[in-house]
């Protein structure tokens, strides 16, 4: 209707409307409620305030961030980017007057790699590390979480790569979910995903990386059992360090070690099982016995 009732104006005007100064067809715009055409005009005309009073009518955001810049409004500038969701310009806007923290904001919706290294530079790990995840750069993640000074944001990071390893890992994306997995330290989680795999050198190392780890923290009956399938003597030392008597019997019988089983069950003063020994394997008793 508002161009209806401006082309009949036109019409009794003999379209004089055209030959006017930029100044009086803004305000015969304006008045005929053609709000974007009126903010056209007072923007060349430099009149930023009335330009921003019809953009916004019209509902014009673009050209409403622009005038509030123009005013120096620049906050107001960037809170309608973000909430009308123009993130190049909100982008751009904040890169031109170095607040390069909501900068980095604005390009984690459309160049996230890009606004990992901007919070990174600027010590934003953990903004950073969201940034990386999003972009699937897990080692990169994993790196900006690890040095957050802020234990809770820390661990909020580690959690949700823990969580989107296991989302790789029931979406059968193994390979992405072991690396992630190893990456995190998650031995256990890894050596699944070796099994779905099937692959034996990855499978393995798992084990030998449990074992290791579980001897670290001295819970050596574990870590006997995980190395045992490739190496039965340090298995074997393992079950002697978690005082584990049968299992270090049984491995050393896997060994043929036959007299150093028969030692090892007179030393726990086992006698049955020492005889069932000496009778099955032909251990003379009387040495031993003295």
Not at 261 to 270: G, M, P, Q, T, V
């Amino acid at each position: 209707m508002s161009y209806l009732f401006f082309l009949i104006y036109c019409i009794k005007t003999k379209f004089r409307f055209f030959l006017w100064s930029n100044e009086k067809k803004a305000i015969i715009l304006e008045k005929y409620k053609l709000y974007f055409w009126a903010g056209i005009f007072y923007k060349e005309l430099k009149n930023y305030s009335k330009a921003a009073d019809c953009f916004e009518l019209a509902h014009a955001y673009p050209h409403l961030i622009l005038v509030y810049q123009k005013l120096g409004l620049y906050s107001k500038a960037i809170e309608l980017a973000d909430q009308k969701k123009y993130y190049k310009k909100g982008a751009l806007l904040c890169e031109k007057i170095k607040n390069v923290k909501k900068a980095a904001y604005f390009y984690a919706y459309f160049k996230p790699l890009y606004a990992a290294r901007l919070y990174k530079n600027e010590q934003f790990f953990y903004e950073a590390g969201q940034c990386y995840l999003n972009a699937h750069q897990y080692s990169s993640a994993l790196e900006c979480f690890s040095y957050c000074k802020d234990s809770s944001k820390k661990n909020e990071g580690l959690r949700q790569l823990e969580e989107f390893s296991t989302v790789l890992y029931f979406t059968k994306h193994y390979e992405d979910a072991f690396k992630l997995f190893v990456k995190l330290r998650d031995y256990y989680s890894a050596l699944e995903c070796a099994k779905k795999l099937k692959i034996d050198t990855l499978i393995r190392q798992m084990h030998l990386l449990i074992s290791s780890f579980e001897a670290e923290n001295k819970n050596y009956i574990l870590a006997a059992k995980y190395i045992e399938p490739y190496d039965k003597n340090k298995a074997l030392l393992y079950y002697y360090l978690g005082q584990a008597k049968s299992e270090a019997i049984r491995v050393l019988l896997e060994l043929n070690n036959y007299e150093k089983a028969f030692n090892l069950c007179i030393h726990h003063n086992d006698l049955d099982l020492a005889y069932k020994l000496a009778t099955a394997y032909h251990i003379p008793l009387t040495p031993a016995l003295n």
